[in-house]
């Protein structure tokens, strides 16, 4: 507001009021009843971002909950209120007042159940958990990016709509690998041992409260019973997801040797097989010959030598077999999908890797 530099009456502020009163309420929200938001903002008004999400904190929840974490109902439907708690349940553990924020999720007024998205209309993959899965999680994509993180609560499924074909899930201790050779939905999955290093510093309070609190429709129930909020209505019975791809079905990693793990695998049972028999067959020849020098003092030196020709076979069989599984063991580790690796942790030193 400015004035002119010439003498003026004098004027008082509320004869304003009503002129910047009708300015901001054209500004304000409920002069728009067709636009929602979903906004966030710390005590000391700044954005925070986490070197391990690569991103804004407030963004990587934003999209972790529109790719299915958020979904209390199970419709595939994301509305604004699922969006709001999910976020408040991310952050609700954050002791750091200035690294908390303070979460707004407030629905377009003329369709208080609006949807932000819908997880199935994008790409056909998804990973799929049960309702006993419990605790903290994040997705990794193969180049290593953060994905998606949740706390599962236990009290329902968790669908996450998967934008590529293969991803790490990865708890505290444990991961897996989820790979998709065609869309499909991951139902089930093969867990291993995850090896720890900390990285000092880093293990700050987004390390330790970020995610803290399990995030389900039990929660969800609370959220908007507290802020007296409309809850979510199901727009449909059932998630339409493709059909599932059984852990069988998973695509792994190309075998660098192909069938030859196998063939040196069939080579040891073969000479170790026949290692056992010429030295069963030596074994007979020789208590044979041994009889008959004792009945009739006759010696046989063509028996003698069969034997020393049967010893030698089954200890030159002996030896191959032992070569060859060797050889199969050595291959099937430098095969495996992911080789034996040696780590190190708080808890001393570990390895970790399957075949």
């Known amino acids: 507001m400015a004035h002119a530099h010439r003498p003026q009456p004098e004027h008082r502020p509320e004869d304003y009021r009503a002129l910047i009163g009708q300015y901001l309420a054209a500004s304000d929200l409920d002069a728009w009843p067709n636009t929602g938001v979903l906004l966030a903002a710390s005590k000391d008004q700044e954005t925070h971002e986490w070197e391990p999400f690569r991103a804004g904190v407030f963004s990587h929840e934003v999209r972790s909950g529109l790719l299915g974490a958020a979904d209390t109902n199970g419709d595939g439907f994301i509305e604004y209120t699922e969006l709001g708690a999910y976020v408040a349940a991310a952050n609700l553990s954050i002791t750091v007042a200035a690294a908390r924020p303070q979460v707004v999720a407030r629905p377009p007024a003329a369709d208080r159940h609006r949807a932000l998205t819908d997880i199935t209309a994008g790409p056909q993959h998804f990973l799929s958990l049960p309702k006993d899965f419990r605790g903290r999680a994040w997705l990794?994509?193969?180049?290593?990016?953060?994905?998606?993180?949740?706390?599962?609560?236990?009290?329902?499924?968790?669908?996450?709509?998967?934008?590529?074909?293969?991803?790490?899930?990865?708890?505290?201790?444990?991961?897996?690998?989820?790979?998709?050779?065609?869309?499909?939905?991951?139902?089930?999955?093969?867990?291993?041992?995850?090896?720890?290093a900390q990285r000092g510093a880093v293990d700050d309070a987004f390390r330790r409260d970020l995610f803290g609190v399990g995030f389900g429709p039990g929660f969800y129930q609370g959220f908007i019973s507290r802020a007296d909020l409309l809850a979510a209505h199901r727009q449909r019975d059932t998630l339409p997801l493709p059909p599932a791809i059984e852990l069988g079905a998973v695509a792994e990693a190309p075998r660098r040797f192909g069938p030859w793990?196998?063939?040196?695998?069939?080579?040891?049972?073969?000479?170790?097989?026949?290692?056992?028999?010429?030295?069963?067959?030596?074994?007979?020849?020789?208590?044979?010959?041994?009889?008959?020098?004792?009945?009739?003092?006759?010696?046989?030196?063509?028996a003698r030598t069969r034997i020393a020709t049967e010893r030698d076979w089954s200890n030159g069989l002996a030896v191959g077999a032992g070569v060859a599984a060797a050889a199969a063991l050595t291959l099937f580790l430098l095969d495996a999908p992911t080789p034996i690796q040696p780590s190190a942790g708080p808890q001393g030193i570990g390895v970790a890797g399957r075949f």
């Open 140 to 196: 990794e994509d193969d180049r290593g990016d953060r994905y998606a993180d949740f706390n599962a609560a236990g009290d329902a499924p968790i669908v996450i709509a998967l934008a590529d074909t293969r991803y790490y899930l990865r708890q505290t201790n444990q991961e897996a690998v989820v790979a998709l050779d065609r869309p499909g939905t991951v139902t089930a999955l093969s867990w291993r041992p995850r090896a720890l």
């Open 261 to 302: 793990p196998w063939v040196a695998t069939g080579v040891a049972v073969a000479a170790g097989a026949g290692a056992v028999v010429f030295g069963q067959s030596a074994q007979a020849d020789y208590d044979a010959l041994q009889s008959r020098l004792a009945r009739r003092g006759l010696d046989d030196p063509d």
